[in-house]
């Protein structure tokens, strides 16, 4: 097994080099032109269209977009911070662009998220929001207006949902506690109403709880946690059909082996996934990146280690036929969250996703394009 690995990941890497960036690439088909050979599919998430971003408005990001990806999801845009500017207002020039331009593309779309259940991701009006004397009333008529708000607005034209993303505290396994949870009496409560107004509001569309419980070290009650509260979803008739699973997997600390560590990450993550759909759900990979902040900051180390790390990963991830959509969150370094949001200590760029800063591929590309190539079909 680790020999096979090994030998993949190295692979990986001189095909990458063969591929370049050259017109020879482009003929080679991308990764979603790959995916769909197997009945999958790939996409990125986008920004808000402009010039100098992560967005389809960047012609050179646009390019790797229309090479590599058959879905997108919005990075930000669909968010209550975006959309809900205040209680009786909505804004939704970003999230039209974004889903115009993908659309024009032929893109299919994901919506993220309809509900972020963590006040820190709240917009601050809804964090102090006065609910009154009918404070459970009044939570669930906010939560219910802004979901079929959205759905009604966008119809067919999203496909999936993540209805509900973050609700379990990766500490202890529990609901976290919100003020749409305080004023409705309980977590549950907020969850359960959520995705039946989505289901009422999008009946064609998937319905997703995503979280980013993983399999490193210490994701165990994390994991238990969403467990408890996909048991309760079936327990309760609550409509879900299917785990998000984020996916911004990282080494954090050194390590002289990463085909060691996959192979000892993997039983404990994959006892996880076969209870998960064993209860009957499906499987999204709605974020994937990897951190690296464990790695040496030499680049072909780190990019050879990045490569192996995912590829270990995602062979694990589509060896379950409950997974058809891969998403990573995002296509360029230049661009990716991690840069702002998980800064290695040395100050160097991280380095999680398919293509570096200068719109190169890297080898994670080819491990991906690998864990693709190498998926059983989906019927
Ligand atoms: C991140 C965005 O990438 C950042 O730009 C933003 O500042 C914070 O949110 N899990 C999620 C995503 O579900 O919405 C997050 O996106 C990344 C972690």
Redesign the pocket.
Known sequence: MVDRRTMLAGGAGVAIGALGSSPAAAAAGGLHALAATRGLSFGT?L?APRRDNGSLGNPRFAALVERDCGMAVP??AM?WQAIRPSADRYDFAAFDAIVDAAIRRGLRLRG??LL?HYDR?FPRWLVDYDFGSQKRATAERLLQTHIRTVAARYGRRIGSY?VV??AVDPADGSLRSTALSRAMGGAEPVLDLAFHAARAAAPHAELVY?D?MSWEDGNQKHRDGVLRLLEGFRTRGTPVHALGV?S?IGVFEPTDSIERLVVRLTPAWRGFLDQVTGMGYRLVV??FDVRDRGLPADIARRDRDVAAFARGYLDVMLSYPQLRDVLA??ITDRFS?LR??EPRPDGKITRGLPYDEEYAPKPLYGAIRDALAAATPRR
Do not use: L, R
């Open positions: 998430c920004a990075e930000n968010k993220h998220t972020w991701w993540d993303n973050e995503n980013y984020q911004h709605t974020e969150w995002g969250w702002g949001f």
